[in-house]
Nanobody, 126 residues
Framework: QVQRVESGGGLVQAGGSLRLSCAASGRTFSSYVMAWFRQAPGKEREFVAAIRWSDSYTYYSNSVKDRFTISRDNAKNTVYLQMISLKPEDTAVYYC???????????????????WGQGTQVTVSS
């Protein structure tokens, strides 16, 4: 069984940077798109960014655009989220997720993904 494992979270001051990683363990597979979501206490899970595996086309939420960059390494089957200019409102548990096939009519920002990691905590202090 394939699992996704996130790493790279931590405590950082406002204005700082972090890079999250999401690696595959177990049998690897090809995804259609991989995404990062986040969930703050008491709030719903929120879409952050996504990348299409075939051509690295990316899509971001407005709240992180120009501050976060999603990328992937095919050889390592790993996706990254580089975060700069972090704000206290970025504090959340960050999850990576795989969508194995395109789903007609289902946007990448929809949480309908096939495989999720366990999450990594990001805390931004003011």
């Amino acid at each position: 069984q394939v699992q996704r494992v996130e790493s790279g979270g931590g405590l950082v001051q406002a204005g700082g940077s972090l890079r999250l990683s999401c690696a595959a363990s177990g049998r690897t597979f090809s995804s259609y798109v991989m995404a990062w979501f986040r969930q703050a206490p008491g709030k719903e899970r929120e879409f952050v960014a996504a990348i299409r595996w075939s051509d690295s086309y990316t899509y971001y939420s407005n709240s992180v655009k120009d501050r976060f960059t999603i990328s992937r390494d095919n050889a390592k089957n790993t996706v990254y989220l580089q975060m700069i200019s972090l704000k206290p409102e970025d504090t959340a548990v960050y999850y990576c997720a795989d969508r194995l096939r395109a789903r007609i009519g289902v946007p990448w920002s929809d949480p309908g993904y096939d495989c999720w990691g366990q999450g990594t905590q990001v805390t931004v202090s003011s």
